[in-house]
């Protein structure tokens, strides 16, 4: 989930956190998000959601699964960063943690919680971004959906203290800077959509993106970058001489390359 909101001075802000240093992805800043559980597949949530916008281009099998791993995206960015898209009066920042705490308690609560309260999962709200997928030389693979939800400039956000150990909102350009300045370590697909979400004026601006964005899966290939200083392992998006999809299907540079243990973005050698 990709949550932005208006900044004040201009732009839009971002809600980051970063992962606890252990595991995939340890000690990375990211979006809040995680695995499709069985239980965001149940036929019963039908009733306790809104429809989910149909992406321009095919992100799942069907719309089973589109329901499904939208329904994930809310769950976990609850769990993660006290974040929940619902229909009717926003949750107050003391709700979203107490409601946060139940669902780590209790299985299947969550939809109990909503249908208490008289609303929904406001699913029509994520705006479907993109879609990446781990090369097929990882030994474990993850076909990730990214959504963007607008978020009200009140909603504070919060880690758990468990998955993620912190939390932010910073403006896109902010991150990157971040990112360049080695105080914080950012994966290709994050890094790529923080790149593609700074030229946005606002969050209308930013649905925008949404919407004339690529949704085919990118999918980066491993490869071994040649140049000048040498040799460093890579990896090459659509578009790219190494890939074999010719097309792009994201703005910016071709390849992210391995310096210093950190991906960072190139195009290819002259």
């Known amino acids: 989930m990709v949550v932005v909101r208006n900044a004040g001075g201009g732009g839009i802000e971002v809600f980051c956190v970063e992962r606890q240093k252990v595991g995939f992805l340890g000690g990375a800043v990211v979006f809040p998000g ?3 559980d069985p239980s965001d597949m149940d036929a019963g949530w039908v009733p306790c959601v809104t429809p989910p916008r149909v992406p321009r281009s095919p992100m799942t099998s069907d719309e089973a699964m589109l329901r499904g791993v939208a329904i994930a995206a809310c769950r ?5 960063a ?3 898209p619902i229909t009717g009066a926003a949750l ?5 943690l107490e409601w946060r705490e139940r669902v780590s308690r209790e299985q299947d609560v969550l ?4 249908v208490s309260r008289g609303a929904r999962l406001d699913l ?3 705006h479907p971004l993109a879609r990446w997928i781990t090369p097929t030389a990882e030994s474990r693979r993850f076909d990730t959906r990214f959504f963007l939800f607008v978020a009200d400039e009140a909603l504070e956000g919060a880690h758990d203290d468990r998955e993620t150990t ?8 902010d991150v990157l800077h971040r990112f360049a300045a080695g105080a914080l370590l950012l994966a290709p697909p994050t890094h790529r959509t923080l790149e593609v979400l700074a030229s946005a004026r606002d969050s209308l601006d930013a649905v925008a993106i949404a919407n004339r964005a690529c949704l085919d899966p990118i999918c980066p290939l491993v490869f071994l970058h040649r140049d000048s200083t040498g040799e460093a392992t890579a990896l090459a998006l659509p578009g790219d001489p190494e890939h074999d999809v010719p097309v792009p299907r994201v703005a910016g ?10 991906f960072v973005p190139e195009d290819p050698p002259a």
């Open 166 to 173: 912190a939390s932010f909102w910073a403006s896109p350009e």
């Open 82 to 84: 006290a974040i929940l």
């Open 253 to 262: 540079k071709s390849r992210f390359v391995l310096r210093a243990g950190r």
């Open 76 to 80: 976990e960015s609850l769990e993660e």
């Open 34 to 36: 995680g695995k499709l």
């Open 111 to 114: 939809r109990t919680l909503l």
């Open 92 to 96: 107050m920042h003391a709700e979203l």
């Open 124 to 126: 029509a709200s994520l």
